[in-house]
């Protein structure tokens, strides 16, 4: 089906990222056509009015348990019907042949996406806003909100996670801290409330993070404030969650090396049944590795999540800067990009003649402050045998350790090799005391290269490095202790590594959705994952790292906020919120930039970056229900008996519109618009507000940012939003005057006497 073969990016994507396709339980003693792997059997949304459902769905495992009573992985009955279970793939290909059965694919493995943040942020806000919760509406609590997080566990006893000052657990919440050799119910308290954990069957297992990644998104999203922290002296300051308040859920699915997708499905089973306001999830597939919408577990658990009222948050990926990158691209996902923030981590490089060359690290240097170390070019301590180009970039075996011994050495080029094998160990090995990477391919994120002094400088540097070695008789220099610098400037910018659009799912959607901070995050870590401890340190209970996996929490905690101060918000209502509230601009008053300077578009941070104010009264909201995403199911071309098995709340009088075509996609009620502009054509698209102000009777008017070449008319020109008319439609023509050589961008942004509420546009040619 052409609709499905389009939609084979749509759900393997996910700041963990899907590998190669492989079994997380293993395979069984069997050869070839016989042999048997996990596969996840798909049957569609669950119902528990549905006794013959559940009764089909029993019928169909029995028949496999009947052949081998351990061949269940796992079982799904809570928000959506299936099962994963080690079947042959004559087995599988049996069972997908059933009536009822909507997929059955083998179990995939996903991989994640590897806090002063919060401060620049609320800088970066345009307008203060009353965030004392609405009383009026009888909201409750901040403590109320619930944010599940799916990554590698919990380290229960960082301080992020406290329980102190948290009201009773709310009455509705059904899940569970499960127990294990090193993890049980008294770990969980008013704040951290829940934690399951969904290693192999019949291996012990536990909710306790051995990597470090889930703790550290899980205290970005919703950490308690904790004073006068930093990591070995630099970052100081207080650590917080963007929703300190809100209660915690930890679903830990990562395990090592991945995340398998049977894991990540019975997760999101059992955080629908327990109860969870928002899902927080920073891993996915990786780019090129594409799977049907109907075989990715991220998609799938996400639309019944979203079906259920629970907005799904992903990372887009770390893949950029390359277009087409971007993944967990589905429209009821909210896609995250990312950002850098105001914070810079320095090492400098200083010469012998004072000259100070600015870098970017973060190291614990025992060195002096003053020059007096000999520094060597990696071409001057070239070994006898090596060519001068590899000697440049200090490859293995190229450098004379008796050259290098005692110095600082100069290297072109990023790391070459994962630990122990990098150029930082290369060197130390080799007896150096000290490396200068001369590179422009790390931008603005700093690695942690512990009491190794280690710098990073611009490759604009790299020649006047060379010059002073290379006409001083004794060149010395020395790379002291990194240094915090704040109100560093332009930021926000995007980050090379931050996956970018457009999405290769549909053209019709804008991808990523938002941009957060995802570059050099402070935050809680797991005992169990700690490195590079400096001598004489006591190991820090937090670190510094970066990836879209960073700034996926940023947003979940802002839509935890935000749900506490509007609890009766949908998920899209709440991501319309924090889309149309976003800024385009820097701390320079100019437009945002991509780390290596060039302007950014919304393919690189969609709407633009959050802020913490604006999205708790946008004024105006777009929301995507569920008939929207069941008629971006027709346009991508699924059929209707498909489509009815999937979704539980489909209207029973819901059929695909006639002429179903991809560029119809245009017109679901998103909070972006992109449409396919083809000559000197026009385009129309219709959008509805939901008036969510303070005043009930309001007019919006609106104003247009668009690229040369083409008109665009908005009609009416004035929303006039009244008690009984608190939704209102607007059309919106694009009109090409020639045709279209690249891919352009606008805006349309409403606005009355309080309220901005702006929506990008990017018109494809």
């Known amino acids: 089906m052409k609709g499905k073969a389009f939609l084979l990016h749509l759900f393997c994507i996910l700041l963990l990222f899907i590998g190669e396709s492989r079994s997380s339980a293993g395979n069984g003693n069997n050869d070839g056509a016989n042999a048997k792997q996990v596969y996840i059997v798909y049957m569609g949304a669950a119902d528990s009015t549905n006794a013959s459902l559940r009764n089909y769905h029993a019928q169909i495992l029995n028949s496999v348990l009947m052949r081998d009573e351990n061949a269940l992985v796992r079982n799904y009955k809570h928000g959506f019907s299936g099962f994963a279970a ?14 009822g059965v909507v997929s059955v694919f083998p179990d995939p493995i996903l991989k994640l996406h590897t806090t002063h943040s919060w401060d620049f942020l609320a800088h970066q806000t345009r307008v203060k806003v009353d965030t004392k919760p609405n009383t009026l509406s009888g909201v409750s609590s901040s403590s109320d909100v619930i944010v599940g997080i799916l990554d590698s566990g919990i380290w229960p006893e960082a301080a992020s996670f406290s329980g102190e000052g948290m009201g009773p657990i709310p009455s509705r919440w059904k899940g569970k801290c499960v127990t294990s050799h090193d993890f049980n119910s008294s770990h969980c308290n008013g704040k951290l409330i829940g934690a399951r954990s969904y290693g192999n069957p019949g291996v012990e297992d536990s909710p306790r993070d051995d990597e470090g990644h889930g703790t550290h998104v899980a205290s970005t999203a919703v950490g308690s404030v904790v004073k006068n922290v930093s990591f070995y002296g630099v970052a100081a300051g207080n650590a917080k969650g963007g929703s300190p308040e809100s209660r915690l859920a930890i679903y830990k699915v990562c395990f090592g090396p991945g995340c398998s997708g049977s894991a990540i499905m019975a997760a999101f089973d059992d955080a629908i049944a327990d109860g969870v306001d928002v899902l927080s999830l920073s891993l996915g597939a990786e780019p090129g590795e594409q799977k049907d919408l109907l075989d990715d577990p991220i998609a799938i658990g996400a639309f019944h999540a979203v079906e259920r009222g629970i907005l799904v948050v992903c990372s887009a990926g770390n893949a950029g800067p390359d277009p087409y990158t971007v993944v967990n691209d589905a429209p009821w996902i909210f896609t995250v990009a990312a950002s850098t923030i105001d914070r810079d981590f320095q090492s400098d490089l200083v010469l012998g003649d004072n000259k100070t060359i600015k870098g970017r690290a973060i190291n ?16 001057l301590a070239k070994s006898k045998k090596s060519t001068l180009a590899d000697a440049r970039v200090c490859k293995s075996g190229s450098l004379d350790g008796k050259k290098v011994k005692g110095k600082i050495v100069v290297c072109d080029g990023p790391e070459d090799e994962n630990p122990p094998n990098d150029k930082n160990s290369r060197i130390k090995k ?4 000290g490396l200068v990477m001369v590179t422009d391919e790390y931008g603005s994120f700093a690695y942690n290269y512990g009491d190794f002094p280690v710098t990073v400088i611009d490759a604009r540097y790299g020649k006047s490095v060379r010059n002073y070695i290379t006409s001083t008789s004794k060149p010395v220099a020395t790379i002291p202790s990194t240094s915090t610098v704040h109100g560093y400037k332009p930021s926000p910018t995007v980050p090379g590594f931050s996956s970018r659009g457009p999405s290769i799912l549909s053209s019709n959607i804008l991808k990523p959705d938002i941009a957060a901070p995802g570059v050099n995050i402070f935050a809680a870590w797991s005992r169990r ?25 940023h947003v979940s905690g802002l839509a935890g906020s935000v749900k506490t101060h509007n609890p009766t918000w949908s998920p899209s209502a709440i991501k319309s919120a924090i889309m149309t509230s976003a800024i385009q601009n820097d701390n320079l008053k100019r437009p945002i930039r991509n780390d290596p300077g060039v302007s950014a578009t919304p393919y690189d941070y969609g709407a633009g970056e959050i802020t913490t104010s604006e999205p708790l009264k946008p004024g105006l909201v777009y929301e995507t229900n569920t008939v929207d995403y069941l008629n971006f199911l027709c346009y991508a071309g699924f059929d209707m008996s498909t489509i ?9 009088n819901f059929s695909c519109p006639k002429d179903s075509s991809f560029d119809l996609i245009s017109n679901i009620n998103y909070p972006s618009i992109a449409v396919h502009l083809t000559g000197k054509g ?3 698209v219709i959008r509805t507000a939901t008036n969510v102000g303070e005043q009930a009777e309001t007019v919006y008017s609106p104003t247009v940012h668009a690229p040369s070449n083409v008109i665009v008319t908005v009609t009416p020109d004035k929303l006039h939003f009244t008690k009984s008319s608190k939704k209102l439609s607007y059309k919106v023509i694009f009109s090409a005057l020639k045709s279209l050589e690249n891919d352009l961008f606008g805006s349309i942004t409403w606005t009355n006497d309080k309220h901005t509420v702006r929506i990008p546009f990017v018109l494809t040619k």
């Open 86 to 99: 080690r079947l042959s793939k004559e087995e599988a290909d049996s069972i997908a042949k059933k009536p």
């Open 364 to 379: 614990f240097s025992p060195l002096s402050s003053s020059p007096k170390y000999p520094i060597i070019s990696g071409e």
């Open 430 to 433: 080799l007896g150096g005391i």
């Open 529 to 553: 994952a700690i490195e590079n401890v400096p001598k004489g340190r006591q190991p820090s209970p937090y670190n510094i790292i970066s990836g879209t996996s960073m700034a996926c929490p």
């Open 644 to 652: 009815k098995i999937i979704s539980r709340s489909a209207p029973h």
């Open 682 to 684: 026009n385009v129309s």
